[in-house]
């Protein structure tokens, strides 16, 4: 089986639904169907051949859909690039993954200079106008699209064929290109199916992160089941609120730094959304107490916790609805990152590939039927990744006697401090749990006493600068030998394209105030 199966499929069965929304425009699934067959068949008939790489890079609009449709059925294997990412890191892309067509739109064309001077594979330009007028040579992608013929292209796919290249976010080094089948998509589908729905034929999903990245795995399970994709442009938490109500929204996918912002929404508390089923949250940690401001916001039962990786994206392990809440008997569960998913299976080794005690810390490994191909163009690196079947994920983490599995951080960002280890998350769930934290990261900084010293990069909320000393004594309190030796207070945390923060970009020159070692000495003593 193959993604383009499932689309023909859906367009079948669901031919008058709506299938995708952004702002005013609307397609159904009939409409979707005819416009990315016409798409396929247009780059096909270009001379692009089954296994060619296409590069896009538009901003959140029907044209990512569109897009993502006609490369599955025509066999073109995509590679997103976020919106967010810089004329370089773009051209990198570009470049690595020997794309020979670039589809960009109009917001981009500045940009596209410095992609396209060292893409020397790339022969076909297709540019989304979005009213504006091109500034250097390329192929109008509207009147592109409908020279192709409306049917379908007909290719034979199999289920190990490549269907995108997706590159990681690239906190360390360069990105490196994940390569995900045809089959892979549709595990990450059906896992998404059994857990979250849609539940109903019609339901519609809210999606505000970028396309390219994680939002995008949510696109297709809708459509197998003949719900509606609702997409926002630029997130804005109001306008979050307000098209959940507009459109009865049933599930909505963010990160926990949106859900943050929405949680400040002024008069959020008396809002109603009686239609939400299901709030996704997933791609970093989310701190103890914004999570149970949501619960109490938006209810038990609502929030929904998924973990996963660019490696075996989306689907790794989930924290139910029923097991957000206050009033549990485990508590502490809500600090997890629930428990795997039915289709994976779950280790925590040691160096040596080897499970560590029960309940101990290690490095978490798994194995599941959406696991990457590999990297591309990188053998050398696909073998320390995989091991035996194993995927090595770099996550530091235990699994409790119940199954819960705990993220304690990456494995690089383990700090050895006095001799003793210590997980960055577990002191900034401490930090978040400080009244007037916005942002927190924990790191180790190099210390000629300590080896390496606790230090904590913390964003207030406006207006509470004078609260420093008081979150000294509270994190000496809370925390013993584990609290921040220094605490560099700045204005907000560095995020990369994917909307994580970046650890590797932390430097005390971006705090705005610094409680050194000396100055936390004299106030906790």
């Known amino acids: 089986m193959n993604v383009a199966d499932q689309l023909h499929r859906a367009a079948l069965l669901y031919a008058d639904r709506e299938a995708v929304r952004c702002g005013d425009e609307v397609l159904t699934f009939a409409e979707l169907e005819e416009r990315s067959n016409r798409l396929a068949n247009a780059l096909l008939a270009h001379g692009l051949a089954q296994g060619d790489r296409v590069a896009t890079w538009l901003e959140n609009s029907i044209r990512c859909i569109e897009l993502d449709y006609a490369l599955a059925k025509a066999g073109l294997v995509r590679v997103s690039l976020n919106p967010r990412l810089t004329p370089r890191e773009a051209q ?19 940009a596209m200079a410095t992609v396209l001077a060292e893409a020397p594979l790339v022969e076909l330009r297709l540019r989304d ?3 504006v007028a091109p500034t250097s040579p ?3 992608f509207e009147q592109f699209l409908l020279s192709g013929a409306a049917s379908a292209p007909g290719r034979q796919i199999d289920g190990e064929d490549l269907y995108c290249l997706f590159y990681t976010s690239g906190t360390t080094g360069r990105p490196k290109g994940v390569m995900l089948s045809h089959r892979a998509m549709l595990h990450v589908s059906w896992n998404l199916l059994m857990e979250i729905g849609p539940l109903e034929i019609g339901e519609k ?12 795995f949510f696109v297709l399970p809708q459509a197998i089941k003949g719900g509606c994709s609702v997409i926002m442009r630029q997130f804005d938490p109001a306008e979050v609120i307000r098209l959940a109500t507009v459109h009865q929204i049933e599930v909505i996918k963010l990160i926990p730094t949106m859900l943050q912002r929405i949680l400040r929404v002024p008069g959020l508390d008396q809002m109603k959304l009686p239609h939400l089923r299901a709030l996704v949250y997933g791609a970093s940690p989310m701190p103890a107490e914004p999570l149970r401001q949501a619960i109490e916001i938006f209810g038990p039962g609502r929030l929904v916790q998924i973990y996963g990786q660019s490696e075996c994206p989306v689907t790794l392990s989930v924290l139910h609805g029923n097991e957000h809440r206050l009033d549990q008997a485990y508590p502490q569960r809500l600090l997890s990152a629930g428990r795997p998913w039915a289709t994976v299976q779950m280790r925590v080794v040691d160096d040596d590939m080897k499970d560590v005690s029960p309940g101990g810390i290690g490095e978490v490994a798994l194995r599941g039927p959406h696991l990457m ?8 690196l696909t073998e320390q990744a995989i091991q035996d079947g194993w995927l090595r994920t770099k996550d530091m983490g235990r699994i409790d006697e ?22 960055p998350r577990e002191v900034e769930d401490v930090i978040y749990r400080f009244d007037g934290v916005l942002e927190a990261a924990v790191c180790g900084e190099a210390d000629e006493e300590w080896g390496q010293a606790v230090v904590a990069y913390v964003a207030l909320r406006p207006g509470l600068t004078g609260s420093a000393g008081p979150m ?3 994190l000496r309190a809370e925390l013993g030998f584990k609290r921040p030796k220094r605490i560099y207070l700045v204005t907000e945390l560095p995020k990369n394209a994917a909307g994580k923060i970046q650890k590797s970009a932390l430097k005390p020159a971006l705090a705005i105030e610094t409680i050194g070692a000396a100055k936390v000495t004299e106030t906790s003593t």
């Not at 990198?92 to 500045?110: K, L, N, P, Q």
């Not at 819960?404 to 210590?422: A, C, P």
Request: hydrophobic content about 40%.
């Open 92 to 110: 990198y892309i570009v470049a690595d993954s020997d794309a020979r067509c670039m589809v960009w739109g109009a917001s981009f064309d500045e």
């Open 129 to 131: 106008p979005e009213g």
């Open 138 to 140: 390329c192929v109008d």
């Open 205 to 216: 999903i809210l999606l505000m992160q970028p396309l390219s990245h994680g939002a995008g």
């Open 373 to 380: 191909t590999g990297y591309w163009k990188r053998p050398d």
């Open 402 to 423: 119940h199954g819960y599995v705990y993220l304690l951080g990456r494995k690089d960002e383990m700090i050895i401090s006095g001799g003793f280890n210590i997980a």
């Open 472 to 474: 000294v004594d509270f």
